[in-house]
Nanobody
Framework: QVRLDVSGGGSVQAGGSLRLSCTISGHTDSRSCMAWFRQAPGKEREWVGGTYTFLNTINYADSIKGRFTISRDIPKKTMYLQMNGLKSEDTGMYYC??????????????????WGQGAQVTVSS
């Protein structure tokens, strides 16, 4: 059974930093497309960014480019989201998602098969 376990998140003042982690378990193939989405209250879930675990490609949404960094630890099957310079508009529930090879690294929710539990990020101004 595939699981995506998310840790991190919390509350921080504007300008602060937080880090999220997402670890995959229950699947033998380490090749995957992993992504972060977020959902603010009353808004649609939006793509934050993502990466292939088998290619050296990381993509970001324009809204967070330059402030957020995605990294991965392939042996640990873990993806990280380092969030710096947080703004109040970054507040929301953050979700990790993945699909396994063959997969497409896109901004579409429908391209991902597995979702982790959300992690709340709250930024106060």
């Amino acid at each position: 059974q595939v699981r995506l376990d998310v840790s991190g998140g919390g509350s921080v003042q504007a300008g602060g930093s937080l880090r999220l982690s997402c670890t995959i378990s229950g699947h033998t193939d380490s090749r995957s497309c992993m992504a972060w989405f977020r959902q603010a209250p009353g808004k649609e879930r939006e793509w934050v960014g993502g990466t292939y675990t088998f290619l050296n490609t990381i993509n970001y949404a324009d809204s967070i480019k330059g402030r957020f960094t995605i990294s991965r630890d392939i042996p640990k099957k873990t993806m990280y989201l380092q969030m710096n310079g947080l703004k109040s508009e970054d507040t929301g529930m953050y979700y990790c998602t993945a699909s396994f090879f063959p997969c497409r690294l896109t901004s579409l929710r429908s391209d991902y098969n597995y979702w982790g539990q959300g992690a709340q990020v709250t930024v106060s101004s």
